[in-house]
């Protein structure tokens, strides 16, 4: 059964909040290392929270506690700390200027950046999936990119595509009402990119390339489909298009989410705590222990015995008032 977005979770509270806009802010940031660790409090032996990507505008809420740990909020919304010198204070004109920029993002597993147009050159940074510099120009087998700390830096044109470009052919991302063809394509592209994903450790608080935890393998395979989706499996599964999965799996169509945790009772409410992406078949993908594929039917192999709560549709659930939204459209990422 497929339920309308106005019909979404009526036992939660809405998801969004009225929060100034990025252009509206002069407290800004960027992010300056192709990944990195918010913490829950001011100290490196703090929680981790949450990762974001080189290149990631966050807003900047509070600066200098303990010495060099500054309070930030991605564009999902999570607010955590970070180490002043994982990220570059700007203002609003400033992200203006980039986001009317040509840019490239990055699009190999992993890379470097470098001091000079040559494999042997000195590295500047590494740089991971997802990542996004400014384009200034190519040379030879190489781009030369302004990087968000202010730097310059060449990194492999193959490593690499233009940003808009990239945006724009994001196949994933189609209204609900799109053809099958077309829909049957875009929850091919989500589970292609997942399966990228096998094998990588699961890391709490993780988001990218170098360790996640089940809801950031969620959050980042969509995001680097076109979608931009809340932290948390406790927000994600608020958001999106619900799925009835009481009566088993028959309503679920690949690249759905399922998640799992402990259903409601008299004493305390519902909890989730788990999120996968569902492959069909009763298969799913998740992070567990590392990124890996099990079943949802019992007595096949690798057989996952925990029973599904919750689902929900992301595809064609973007900038619907679903609390999923596509990078096309925001205000973050894009130009207006």
């Known amino acids: 059964m497929l339920l309308g977005c106005q019909q979404l979770n009526q036992e939660t509270t809405n998801t969004e909040e009225t929060t100034p ?7 800004l940031a960027f992010v300056t290392q192709s990944v990195i660790n918010m913490r829950e409090e001011p100290d490196f ?19 200098g506690v303990n010495g060099y740990w500054d309070y930030v909020e991605t564009p999902d919304g999570y607010k955590a700390w970070c180490n002043e010198l ?8 400033e992200l203006m200027e980039w986001k009317h920029s040509k840019r490239v993002i990055v699009t190999a597993f992993f890379t470097f950046f470098l001091e000079e147009p040559a494999d042997e050159s000195q590295h500047v940074s590494d740089g991971c999936w997802g990542n996004i510099v400014q384009y200034i120009r190519e040379e030879g087998d190489f781009t030369k990119v302004l990087m968000p700390s202010g730097k310059t830096a060449y990194v492999p044109t193959k490593d690499v595509t233009d940003f808009d470009q990239w945006v724009t052919n994001r196949k994933a991302v189609v209204p609900v009402d799109a053809s099958e063809t077309a829909l049957d394509v875009a929850r091919k592209e989500i589970l292609n990119t997942a399966l990228q994903f096998i094998g990588i450790p699961y890391l709490w608080g993780g988001t990218s390339m170098k360790g996640v935890d089940c809801s950031g393998l969620v959050k980042t395979v969509y995001y680097l489909n076109g979608y931009l989706l809340l932290r948390n499996c406790s927000q994600i599964y608020k958001t999106g298009i619900p799925i009835d ?22 004493e305390k409410p519902m909890r989730i705590s788990h999120v996968a992406i569902y492959m069909g078949d009763g298969k799913i993908i998740h992070s ?16 996952f015995s925990r029973k599904p709560l919750r689902a929900v549709r992301i595809i064609g659930s973007q900038d619907t008032g679903c609390g999923v939204e596509s990078i096309a459209a925001s205000d973050v990422y894009k130009g207006s």
């Open 45 to 63: 032996t703090a929680e981790l929270g949450t990762q974001a990507l080189m290149g990631t505008p966050v807003k900047l809420h509070h600066e």
């Open 21 to 27: 806009q990025y252009e509206e802010l002069d407290a």
């Open 288 to 303: 567990s222990n590392i990124v890996r594929v099990n079943s949802l039917v019992e007595g096949e192999k690798d057989y």
């Open 86 to 93: 994982s990220i570059r204070k700007i203002n609003a004109q």
């Open 245 to 266: 999965v009481s009566q088993g799996l028959g309503n679920l169509q690949p690249a759905d989410l399922v998640f799992f945790g402990e259903e409601a009772t008299e």
